[in-house]
Each structure stands twice: as structure tokens, then as C-alpha cells.
């Protein structure tokens, strides 16, 4: 089912559901804050190239898979 | 996958069917969570094809299965073993390895560097992409540029402060907190319906497990 927004009040507000921010955000904010998907090649783990990534970003960098031990 | 041993066609495909559902696995030895036997749920298995010992199998399957165990137990219910080989992820949520903003390792170096040293942000702006895309999947409670300061220093989520949610909102449900300008500040879990959110003069609504920015100065929005 399409999900569709509802509202509480009345508001001049209008909602648009949509996956971007209506402000775009900065590269700073997005480095804080953001997601990339990395193409992965056979060999250096998901772990390995998250701490890749931290170190030459120093970011806080964590990775959601390819989980596989 | 690689079997171990030569195997009737109809056979492997009659074994990989029976993994197909809820499975046990118990995680391997050297895994991250506690080593009691859970159950997985494996949405699909599709043979794309097969060459001598090799197997090539295209898997769906629920969030936290070890496909490694998964080809090792094939491999015991055929009786000859297999293991697995090899290993790519084609998708994962609404990813797919289609999607245009997938970058190497490299790439995202040489944008971050372009950045960095020439400030040219164009690339590193195509490859990392903002919260929000990710998580547009959950479901969301708006609230009130007034209520943002609260809510990410501690604060329930109370009536008053949602301006709108979204349908899909369940009790129990995680949901992301947004501004009304749909940028994401926590995580939270819905208390009630999202139906029922919407007709309620006060009380808490959600709670915030994960505040994801903190707004310092109250009131004043974006």
C-alpha cells in the first residue's frame, strides 16, 4: 500500500515525503553524517575498508556488510 | 558454491529447495554475536548456473544469514560437502548493484582528494549521499522546529510537537524523527499507530534510542 502523510493539525507546513532533504546538505554535514556504497573487490574485508576510509576521512566510519565470515 | 564431490543435477536442486523457509544456523565460531542456533529466513534460492563442481546461486535471504554456513550445510545434506567460493552482495534494502552512485575504493579517494586539495566537490558530492536516502524506507514522524532542541537532548517525543507522520507508522515501529524540511534528526520507536498519533492531544508518542544531530539552538530550525 502507497503510504501517504498524515497530518496532525492544520499547518501551512506542507510535508513532501521524498528521500532527499528539501535543504541540501553540505559535503561537511554529509561526511558527518551520509552513507557510500563502495564496490567492493575480492580480498580486503568490509572492515578493512571501513578503517580505510576513517583514516584518510578521519571520520567515525562503519559499514552494514557484505557480512560473511 | 563448490561442491566436493560430483552430484546428480536433480538431486542438488531438489536439497537446495528444502533451504529454501526458516532455517537454523548456529554462527561460526569466530562471529560477533552469541553462539546459540538462530533462525533465518531464506526468501529464495535461483541456480544461475552450473559448471562441474561449481555452483552459482543467486540467494534472497533475511538480514544477518551466513551465507558461508549456508553452502557448508548444502554441502552436508548432499553428503559430499561444499563450500562456499565466492561471495557478492546484489542488493541490499532498496540498493541494488545497478545504482549509478556505487564507486570503488578509488574513485571515493580521488573525489575526497579533488575535494580536499582543489575543491571541486562535484564527484565526492555524487558518492557520498545524505542519511536521509537510506533511511527513506522507515517510517517518519514530523515534528516542529520548536521541539528539535528537546528532542535531541533527551526528550520523549510528546503529542504537540508532531506536525505530521507518515501512514506506515505501527506501534512499535522504528521510525526516524524528521524536521519538516525531511531532514532526519534520530531515530526513534513509535509508542502508537500512526492513525492514532494524529488524533492525540498530548502524551508521548515516541522515544528516541539514537540522536543523529544535535540541534543547539532552540527554535531556530535549518
Not at chain 2, 543467486?58 to 551466513?66: D, E, L, R, S, V
Request: with cysteine.
Amino acid at each position: 500500500m502507497q503510504r501517504r502523510i498524515l497530518y496532525r493539525e492544520i499547518t501551512k507546513n506542507k510535508i513532501i515525503l521524498s528521500p532527499e532533504p528539501l535543504v541540501k546538505k553540505s559535503i561537511e554535514e554529509k561526511l558527518q553524517l551520509g552513507y557510500s556504497i563502495i564496490d567492493k573487490p575480492k580480498g580486503p574485508t568490509s572492515h578493512q575498508i571501513a578503517a580505510w576510509i576513517r583514516d584518510e576521512f578521519k571520520v567515525p566510519v562503519a559499514h552494514s556488510g557484505t557480512l560473511d565470515i | 558454491m563448490q561442491l566436493h564431490g560430483d552430484v546428480n543435477e536433480n538431486e542438488l536442486r531438489r536439497v537446495i529447495n528444502m533451504f529454501i523457509g526458516e532455517i537454523y544456523q548456529k554462527p561460526p565460531l569466530r562471529s560477533a554475536v552469541s553462539k546459540k542456533p538462530r533462525i533465518r529466513k531464506i526468501y529464495n534460492i535461483e541456480i544461475l548456473d552450473i559448471k562441474g563442481k561449481d555452483v552459482l546461486l543467486k540467494i534472497k535471504c533475511q538480514a544477518g544469514t551466513y551465507v558461508r554456513k549456508l553452502c557448508h550445510d548444502i554441502g552436508e545434506v548432499l553428503g559430499c560437502g561444499a563450500h562456499m567460493k565466492d561471495l557478492r552482495r546484489i542488493g541490499i534494502g532498496n540498493l541494488n548493484e545497478n545504482d549509478k552512485r556505487i564507486t570503488t575504493l578509488h574513485e571515493l579517494f580521488g573525489a575526497y582528494r579533488e575535494w580536499k586539495n582543489y575543491n571541486i566537490a562535484d564527484y565526492l558530492n555524487e558518492f557520498v549521499r545524505p542519511i536521509e536516502e537510506l533511511l527513506f524506507f522507515l517510517p517518519k514522524i514530523y515534528v516542529k522546529d520548536s521541539s528539535l532542541f528537546s528532542i535531541t537532548h533527551g526528550s520523549f517525543i510528546a503529542a504537540p510537537a508532531v506536525v505530521a507522520v507518515t501512514s506506515d507508522v505501527k506501534p512499535k515501529s522504528i521510525v526516524t524523527i524528521n524536521t519538516i524540511y525531511n531532514e532526519i534528526i534520530a531515530i526513534g520507536k513509535s509508542e502508537l499507530a500512526g492513525e492514532e498519533i494524529v488524533k492525540l492531544k498530548h502524551g508521548i508518542v515516541a522515544k528516541v534510542d539514537k540522536v543523529l544531530k544535535t540541534i543547539e539552538n532552540a527554535g531556530s530550525g535549518i
